[in-house]
Each structure stands twice: as C-alpha cells, then as structure tokens.
C-alpha cells in the first residue's frame, strides 16, 4: 500500500471511531456498515496488489469509473462483478452471513 494511501485510511479510522460515540451517527453507520466493508475491503485489495483503478480495468474489462463508482459506494456490483474484481487481483470472494 502507498503511504499516501495508509496515511489516509489511518486518518478515516480516527474520524470514523470519533463519530462512532455519537449514537444517531452509531445507528446509520450500524445501517450501512455492510456498504462500508464492502468498499474498503476493495480499495485495500486493490492497493495490496499495487494497481490502480485502471490498471484493474484493463484486466477485468470493467470501466475504471464503474471502478470508482464500486469504491466510492456509489454503485451495487452484482457477485459476477465482485468476483471478476477479485481474481483480477489474485484473491477469492468470500460472502459469510454471521
């Protein structure tokens, strides 16, 4: 991961545990959580495997702003997606219920 990179979620994980004591923000974050895992679990991937957003396009065919849109949580990427994604970056898609 780039430094610029780690730097950056480090400084999100600080914000996001400060507004987590906020209990209205605890309840809609608790609401979304699975969104937010979703999102961060692939920006890390792809950051782990040292690609950028196009370099991961170019392998899977998928439009690096379907990419973006995937991290940014503004998109809803069916499993064909997210399992074309994952192998791209040489990892496996695992969904638990818990």
């Known amino acids: 991961?780039?430094?610029?990179?780690?730097?950056?979620?480090?400084?999100?994980?600080g914000l996001l545990?400060?507004?987590l004591k906020?209990?209205?923000?605890?309840?809609?974050?608790?609401t979304l959580e699975?969104?937010?895992?979703?999102?961060?679990?692939?920006?890390?991937a792809r950051i782990s495997t040292g690609l950028t957003q196009k370099e991961l396009?170019?392998?899977?065919?998928?439009?690096?702003?379907?990419?973006?849109?995937?991290e940014n949580g503004c998109a809803n990427p069916?499993?064909?997606?997210l399992q074309?994604?994952?192998e791209a970056m040489g990892k496996t898609l695992q969904i638990h219920f818990v």
Do not use: C
């Open 78 to 81: 069916s499993l064909r997606t």
């Open 34 to 44: 699975p969104e937010f895992i979703l999102k961060r679990t692939m920006i890390e």
């Open 57 to 70: 396009s170019e392998r899977t065919g998928i439009a690096q702003a379907d990419i973006s849109r995937i």
């Open 84 to 86: 074309r994604l994952a």
């Open 17 to 19: 545990e400060e507004q």
């Open 1 to 13: 991961m780039d430094d610029v990179e780690i730097g950056e979620l480090t400084k999100m994980d």
């Open 22 to 30: 906020n209990p209205d923000f605890k309840a809609g974050y608790d």
